[in-house]
């Protein structure tokens, strides 16, 4: 049996013609009765991928880097200070050591110097862990943006690195070489070559380990009970502090100077802005009478 097609036409003439629409006048823009809730989001604006979604997670941006490695080296400067105080209670304690071997010490002069010491340990203490959560901070930021901006991956992942940095004694070796990574990407380097850090990251390197060592030998000497083991561990808790302040200062330094190589700010385009002169002020300042038949 042959199959057959049929095809359906329309009559000639009957065909629709499509319609002319008429053009209104222009009326002015739209009014609403209300706000509209449709529009941009209240935000300052802001980088692409700064803005972060309910989906994905908020990228790690240069700005980002910046900004914590500001807050990360004010905290550290912050921690220098209250070293170097400690660092001063404890000459001012071994100075009353010496004295109290030829007489007696005034007991307010002991209990001041006792309560100096012992604010100056608490506060240092206290701003050394904010001063560290903070530098973690900005230590993975930095490492996740110099991966993206290098199109590498990372060197490890980030709890081998926190897990390095906080275990005792494995950490005096392996920050230098988590810092040694962090560099090698900042600075663009390929990726095959093996890290190798700059002076400064070996400078700070030797003062952390060196403050690390003596920080142990300063715990450990606290456990001998002679007199002049006493005054001993005051000379190596004032030199502890005084390293520990070395340390924080050279951080501070350490992670602005990463952060300028992984986010620079170009002079070029940042324009310093000076007021030469004021034009129009004493027009400005001129009282507008009000016209007598004005209300008040």
């Not at 350490?254 to 129009?280: N, S």
Request: hydrophobic share 55%.
């Amino acid at each position: 049996m042959q199959r057959q097609r049929w095809i359906a036409t329309v009559p000639p003439g009957t065909a629709r013609r499509p319609r002319m629409r008429r053009r209104l006048p222009y009326m002015g823009p739209p009014a609403y009765g209300a706000t509209p809730t449709w529009g941009f989001p209240a935000l300052a604006w802001r980088w692409p991928k700064a803005v972060p979604s309910a989906v994905t997670e908020q990228p790690v941006t240069v700005e980002r880097v910046r900004a914590v490695a500001g807050h990360a080296a004010a905290m550290m400067w912050a921690l220098a200070a209250l070293a170097v105080f400690a660092a001063a209670g404890e000459v001012w304690r071994y100075v009353l050591l010496v004295r109290s071997r030829t007489g007696a010490l005034s007991s307010s002069v002991v209990s001041a110097s006792d309560a100096v010491v012992t604010i100056a340990a608490v506060l240092a203490v206290a701003f050394g862990v904010v001063a560290v959560v903070v530098t973690l901070w900005w230590l993975r930021l930095a490492r996740h943006a110099a991966a993206d901006l290098a199109d590498q991956r990372l060197a490890r992942p980030d709890w081998q690195v926190i897990l390095y940095l906080l275990i005792p004694g494995v950490n005096l070796a392996m920050a230098g070489v988590v810092l040694a990574e962090l560099e090698h990407q900042v600075l663009r380097r390929p990726a095959h070559e093996r890290p190798r850090p700059t002076k400064p990251v070996v400078i700070w390197w030797s003062v952390w380990a060196a403050a690390g060592l003596l920080f142990g030998l300063t715990v450990v000497w606290r456990f001998r009970d002679s007199a002049q083991a006493h005054a001993d561990g005051v000379i190596l808790s004032g030199l502890t502090d005084l390293a520990a302040a070395a340390v924080a200062i050279l951080t501070a330094l350490m992670v602005r100077r990463l952060a300028a190589f992984l986010a620079p700010i170009d002079p070029a385009t940042v324009r310093h802005l000076r007021v030469l002169r004021i034009e129009g002020v004493q027009e400005a300042l001129v009282r507008v009478e009000k016209p007598a038949t004005s209300r008040r």
